[in-house]
């Protein structure tokens, strides 16, 4: 028998269909009431980026929109987050009325039973995709030690987190072979030309719009065959579905890499805009998780 990849478990699929649509649903709630998940002030412990608060782990994909859009639409004060059960382990509790506003998902490998002797040890397990109810740690007493330790070590200015983005982009560029055009008012990814075209740097509002900008090129980069090998057929046909999925990778990834960072990218969330992101996120309501992947992907590999 060949080698076969391990396989989605079947019988949880109508679970797993009920949290994508969770995730759906969490994300356009968010929308709708003019909040951006993936473009906040990224700011503060971790630069901004969701963190389990007991841990000290960054969280990643998805959860860093999912938990973003909670903390911006709740109003929370925090990045932190934990679960009920690590809140009460670390010596903390969940006050009194507070209610869960948030969680995160993630895949579980599971061990299959019964499984003969000489299968192929990929046969042996599959995937299971589950939730994790959470909770803000501003929601929380007795953990108040655990978010000062936190935020003094966080202290970096704006101006170095920008130099340190654009050192990080060039050094991207760099190692790919990737020209970098400067043009008249685009930015874009050239698939054939494998170049970044990028308007000059005086044009943009801040440092931060224009890093923001660098990294969603280069996230499109990155779905060249000689590098992540990114499905990139239909990407310039703007009213293919291929286009649309690549946006939203790269929104993802933009924003990825600006929480990297540090780096504000709080940038033209003008209704207009907002209706866009609606119309995309609904247009890819079924792979919205895999989009976010993707972006992490292409994410860890510019930061390589």
């Not at 901004?48 to 929370?76: D, Q």
């Amino acid at each position: 028998m060949g080698k076969q990849v391990a396989s989605y478990h079947s019988k949880g699929s109508t679970m797993q269909n009920k949290i994508k649509n969770k995730v759906y649903e969490s994300i356009m709630n968010a929308l709708d009431k003019g909040v951006v998940p993936w473009r906040k002030p990224w700011s503060a412990v971790n630069n901004g980026r969701a963190y389990n608060g007991i841990t000290g782990r960054p969280y990643k994909g998805i959860n860093v929109v999912l938990l973003a859009a909670a903390e911006m639409s709740e109003g929370f004060t925090t990045n932190a987050w934990a679960t009920f059960n690590q809140i009460n382990k670390a010596g903390g509790h969940v006050r009194k009325g507070e209610k869960c506003k948030a969680f995160v998902v993630f895949w579980s490998r599971v061990e299959k039973k019964n499984v003969e002797e000489d299968s192929d040890e990929d046969e042996n397990f599959y995937w299971l995709l589950k939730i994790h109810n959470v909770f803000n740690l501003s929601q929380t007493a007795g953990l108040e030690h655990l978010i000062e330790e936190a935020e003094v070590k966080a202290l970096v200015p704006d101006s170095e987190k920008v130099v340190d983005a654009l050192a990080a982009f060039d050094k991207y560029t760099n190692r790919e072979g990737l020209t970098v055009k400067e043009n008249g008012g685009e930015a874009y990814y050239s698939i054939t030309g494998d170049y970044i075209g990028m308007p000059k740097k005086e044009t943009f509002d801040s440092g931060e719009d224009y890093v923001s900008t660098a990294f969603h090129e280069a996230v499109h980069s990155t779905g060249a065959k000689k590098r992540l090998d990114r499905p990139m057929k239909g990407y310039s046909n703007i009213d293919n579905h291929s286009y649309s999925y690549e946006e939203l990778i790269a929104e993802f990834g933009a924003a990825f890499t600006c929480a990297h960072f540090g780096i504000d990218n709080t940038i033209e969330n003008s209704a207009a805009y907002i209706e866009s992101c609606k119309r995309t996120i609904d247009e890819n309501k079924h792979s919205i998780m895999s989009a976010a992947s993707a972006a992490q992907k292409a994410v860890e590999f510019i930061l390589k």
